[in-house]
């Protein structure tokens, strides 16, 4: 169960549209497909033309605010909100601190397309995060868990470390969504995250979000996004605010069966890496830092053919990504990944616990 907090923030994001009805209107969000409105004197800045905001856009928004305790800015992919941020926040000269083993599309952005701009880009392992030389940078921009590796940083600790140094400090939440961590409430000054995974959480949509209580920077954010052209269309925002409304359901299915997975994967002697579990290096970390574990989980299966074995005798899904409805697996040594041949990223999906087992159970029978 996650914390009384959490479940208010869900119980907000849940009735955001009934708590403001009146009578005769829909319940459901109406999906508004327009690229301009009927404008007066004073048109509401939402209401003027498509990429400046429309109707399913703020909606989300105002959903996701819940969630994150803070305003948010959706962007049409996660790479859209990181890149944001990164317009938004950097300029000419400056340095921006990253996980060399994070998200490889937001090391492109630093350190591939932003670098003739004058932008330097620092790779750090995370592991080595937490006494990284921050001097001189800009922005820090952070992934715990880390991906695909599960090690997590302490982001109060880190947000005092970047802050003493003159820099922001990012946290990329998309493991975790708000529902499982804060960020904002530990010290950082932005989240940003891939709603595409378990926020939207069907395996259908690609959508991104960054939240910040920086006024300044928000509306930076939203002057970056209105004429860069970096705006989601309705559909995508309404699907997205569909999928909120069961969030946190799925979520406390998907990391209830990552427990189960990760007790039955480490009780048959596979080496598992999961916060949850008492010998992971971070564990008490992660008690403190995360309302609960996560729905992510490493499994090393000591070999390519073993762990092959083990998605075609589970008949796991194999797809890259995470946080859809369906358990799926993912062997990352193939995306180039530091990662022993045989260690797949699983990804806990919201199937009932007690076949999804059974099925495990199979899997490893066919090692
Ligand atoms: C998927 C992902 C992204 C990028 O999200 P897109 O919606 O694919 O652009 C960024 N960070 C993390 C940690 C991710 O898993």
Redesign the pocket.
Known sequence: MLPHDIQAAAMAMLHHRTARLRDGDPVAEPLVTTSTFRLGDQPPPDAIYGRYGTPNVEACEARLGHLEGAPCTLFA??????AGVMLAALKSGDRVVLPSD??F??RVVAGDILAPFGVEAVEVPTREMAEADLAGAALVLI?TPS?PGLDLLDIEALAARAHAAGARLAV?N??CTGLLQRPLDLGADIV??????AAGGHSDL???HAATRDEALTERLRAVRKFAGMIPGPFEAWMLSRSLETLELRMERMCANAAALADALAGAGVAVRWPGRPDHPDHALAARQMRAPGLVLGADFGGRAAADRFIEGAGILAAT??GGTHTSADRRARWGDAVPEGFLRLSAGIEPTAPLLEAARRGLAAL
């Open positions: 992919a996660g790479m859209g909100a990181i994070g998200y599309h937001s992934e991906n990329d998309t493991f940003v995250a891939a709603d595409t995974k690609i959508l991104g990504s995470f």
